[in-house]
C-alpha cells in the first residue's frame, strides 16, 4: 500500500508539472491539431528557448480602446491596391540574392534591397545591428509616424528576411517580408493616428536572434508596443479549400488582438475571403520574444504547412499568390484599423451640373459638369444620384480637370433633384453637389423670345429669354430667364412655331 502512495504521489506530481507547463495556453482557445504547428527555425536543435520572464515588467498592461471599429472605405481602398503582381514583384527581387543565410553575402544584399525600398518609400529608415551568438547582422525597421501628438502607442508588422542554408526562402520567409514591404508601400499614402513600424528581421532561423534582440532593446527603450502582427509562410496552398484558411497563432494576453483580427476578417469579407483557424500557442517564429517581454502578438501561418519547407523547391512557382495576396489583405487591414486610418487627400470640391431643366418621361437626357480639379490632382471618380431611386456605380477614373458627362431618363412625371459626388484615387470623397432640378412631365408647352437658333441633321437647339414653360401631368407654370431648348429631331412629336411680332422672335414649342 505504501508503494502504491508513493507512486500515487509521483503522478499526481507529475500532473501538476504538465499542467503547469500549458499556462501558455488559453482556456478559451481551440487548440489545432499539432501538424499545423510550424516546426523550429532551421538551426535550431533545441525546445522553447529558455528565458527568464521574472524580471520583465510590462510597458503597458492596458488593451487599447477596440470596440466601435466600423468597416472604412479608406481601408477597402487601401487593401484593394495589393494584388499578385505587387507580391510576385517583391517576392522576384528577394529570391533573386539566393540563400539568404543570416551573416552571408545573400542575406547582407537583401539587407541593402530593404532598407533602400523603404528609403524610396520616404519612411523613416534605420538598421537595427544587432550582434548575439556569433552572428552580426541587422534588421530592417521602417516607420511611419502617427499623427495624434497625445499618443505612443506603436503597431507593427514584420516577417524575417534570411533564409536556411540551400533554399531561396520564397515561402520561407519571403510571403511575409512580401507583406511587410506591400504594407508600407500602400499605407505610406495614408495618415495614422498611432505609429506604424515595418520590420524585416535577420537571425530567425539561426534561433529569432534578429527579433530577440530588437525586442530587448524596444523594452529598455520603454516603446510602448500595442501589438505586433508577423507574417511567416502565409503563400503555400495546394487546392481552393486550403486556400481559404489561414492559421492565427496567440498567447493569453494577445485574446484581444485575435478577437480584433477576427472581426477586422468579417468586416472585410469581400476583399480578403479567409476562414480564420484559432490554431493556440506556438514559439517558433519571431513573435514569441514579443510575447516573453508582454507584449500582445499574433503569429499568421498557412493554413497547410509547406510541402517544400527548407529546401531548394522553396520557389515562387510552388506558391499560391493568390493566397498569399489574401492573407496580406487580412493583416494590413488589420494593421491599418489598429493604427486608425486618416485619408491624407484632400477630396475633391463637388461640381456644378448643367442639363435641361425639363423633358419628358421615357426619354434619356445628357448633364454634363464643370471641371473637377482634385486639390492633389489624383485621378477622380464620380456618382450619379438621378433622385428617382436609382444611381449610377462609381464611374471613372477621369483624370483632374475633366469634365464628367452623365444621362439618364425617367418613367415617372416629377420633379427630380440631380445630385453628384466624386471621390479621388485614395478615397477621399467629396459631399453631394447642389441639387440641379429637372422637371419631367408627359406633356410641355414653352414659349419665350428666341435668342439664339442652331439647327443640324440630328437637332434643334433654341436660346430662349424671358420664357415661360407650362408642364401637364402634373401642371405648373414656370417664369424663366433664360432657357436652353434642344430638340431631337428624330424623336420629337409635337409642334415647334417661330414668328415675328414687333420686332421680337419667339418660339413656341409643345411636345408630346
Known amino acids: 500500500m505504501r508503494n502504491i502512495n508513493i507512486i500515487y504521489i509521483i503522478c499526481l506530481g507529475v500532473i501538476i508539472i504538465l499542467l503547469s507547463m500549458t499556462s501558455h495556453y488559453s482556456t478559451h482557445t481551440i487548440i489545432a491539431d499539432n501538424t499545423i504547428w510550424p516546426p523550429i527555425p532551421g538551426n535550431m536543435k533545441c525546445d522553447e528557448p529558455i528565458f527568464d520572464v521574472g524580471s520583465i515588467q510590462l510597458i503597458s498592461d492596458s488593451i487599447p480602446e477596440t470596440t466601435g471599429v466600423i468597416r472604412d472605405v479608406n481601408i477597402v481602398d487601401l487593401i484593394t491596391q495589393i494584388n499578385e503582381s505587387m507580391i510576385l514583384g517583391y517576392l522576384q527581387n528577394l529570391t533573386s540574392f539566393g540563400p539568404r543565410v543570416t551573416g552571408e553575402t545573400g542575406c547582407i544584399q537583401a539587407a541593402e534591397y530593404l532598407y533602400n525600398e523603404f528609403v524610396n518609400m520616404d519612411l523613416e529608415v534605420r538598421y537595427h545591428n544587432w550582434i548575439t551568438g556569433g552572428y552580426n547582422s541587422n534588421n530592417i525597421e521602417a516607420t511611419l509616424?502617427?499623427?495624434?501628438?497625445?499618443?505612443?502607442?506603436?503597431?507593427?508588422?514584420?516577417?524575417?528576411?534570411?533564409?536556411?542554408?540551400?533554399?531561396?526562402?520564397?515561402?520561407?520567409?519571403?510571403?511575409?517580408?512580401?507583406?511587410v514591404l506591400t504594407a508600407a508601400q500602400v499605407m505610406r499614402q495614408y495618415e495614422f493616428n498611432h505609429t506604424i513600424r515595418?520590420?524585416?528581421?535577420?537571425?530567425?532561423?539561426?534561433?529569432?536572434?534578429?527579433?530577440?534582440?530588437?525586442?530587448?532593446?524596444?523594452?529598455?527603450?520603454?516603446?510602448?508596443?500595442?501589438?505586433?502582427?508577423?507574417?511567416?509562410?502565409?503563400?503555400?496552398?495546394?487546392?481552393?479549400?486550403?486556400?481559404?484558411?489561414?492559421?492565427?497563432?496567440?498567447?493569453?494576453?494577445?485574446?484581444?488582438?485575435?478577437?480584433?483580427?477576427?472581426?477586422?476578417?468579417?468586416?472585410?469579407?469581400y476583399y480578403i475571403d479567409l476562414q480564420l483557424i484559432h490554431a493556440g500557442w506556438t514559439w517558433g517564429s519571431d513573435h514569441y520574444y514579443f510575447w516573453e517581454y508582454g507584449y500582445s502578438a499574433l503569429f499568421y501561418h498557412e493554413y497547410e504547412f509547406n510541402h517544400?519547407?527548407?529546401?531548394?523547391?522553396?520557389?515562387?512557382?510552388?506558391?499560391?499568390?493568390?493566397?498569399?495576396?489574401?492573407?496580406?489583405?487580412?493583416?494590413?487591414?488589420?494593421?491599418?484599423s489598429l493604427a486608425q486610418v486618416n485619408s491624407m487627400n484632400s477630396p475633391p470640391n463637388p461640381p456644378a451640373i448643367y442639363g435641361p431643366h425639363f423633358g419628358k418621361i421615357n426619354f434619356d437626357y445628357s448633364f454634363s459638369t464643370g471641371a473637377i480639379s482634385d486639390p492633389d490632382g489624383d485621378q477622380i471618380f464620380c456618382l450619379w444620384d438621378w433622385d428617382d431611386g436609382s444611381q449610377s456605380s462609381w464611374l471613372g477614373p477621369y483624370d483632374s480637370g475633366q469634365i464628367i458627362s452623365g444621362m439618364h431618363q425617367w418613367s415617372e412625371p416629377g420633379v427630380y433633384m440631380i445630385q453628384i459626388k466624386v471621390k479621388d484615387f485614395y478615397g477621399a470623397v467629396s459631399n453631394w453637389s447642389e441639387p440641379f432640378t429637372i422637371t419631367i412631365t408627359s406633356k410641355v408647352l414653352l414659349i419665350g423670345f428666341v435668342q439664339d437658333v442652331n439647327t443640324s441633321e440630328e437637332a434643334v437647339i433654341l436660346s430662349m429669354k424671358l420664357g415661360v414653360q407650362l408642364t401637364f401631368n402634373p401642371f405648373k407654370i414656370n417664369r424663366l430667364s433664360f432657357v436652353q431648348v434642344v430638340i431631337l429631331n428624330d424623336e420629337t412629336q409635337g409642334y415647334i412655331g417661330q414668328r415675328f411680332i414687333f420686332g421680337q422672335f419667339y418660339a413656341l414649342v409643345l411636345s408630346d
Open 308 to 336: 517544400y519547407y527548407h529546401s531548394p523547391n522553396d520557389i515562387i512557382a510552388n506558391m499560391n499568390l493568390t493566397y498569399d495576396v489574401k492573407g496580406t489583405r487580412l493583416i494590413v487591414a488589420t494593421l491599418a
Open 145 to 179: 509616424p502617427g499623427n495624434d501628438p497625445a499618443s505612443d502607442d506603436v503597431y507593427i508588422i514584420c516577417g524575417h528576411y534570411d533564409t536556411v542554408p540551400g533554399s531561396p526562402g520564397a515561402d520561407d520567409d519571403g510571403s511575409g517580408v512580401a507583406a
Open 198 to 269: 515595418f520590420i524585416a528581421f535577420s537571425g530567425e532561423e539561426e534561433g529569432l536572434y534578429g527579433s530577440y534582440m530588437y525586442v530587448q532593446d524596444a523594452y529598455n527603450n520603454g516603446d510602448d508596443i500595442k501589438g505586433v502582427l508577423n507574417a511567416d509562410m502565409i503563400g503555400f496552398a495546394l487546392n481552393e479549400n486550403q486556400a481559404g484558411s489561414l492559421n492565427v497563432f496567440e498567447d493569453d494576453q494577445s485574446e484581444w488582438l485575435y478577437d480584433f483580427t477576427f472581426h477586422v476578417n468579417e468586416l472585410y469579407d
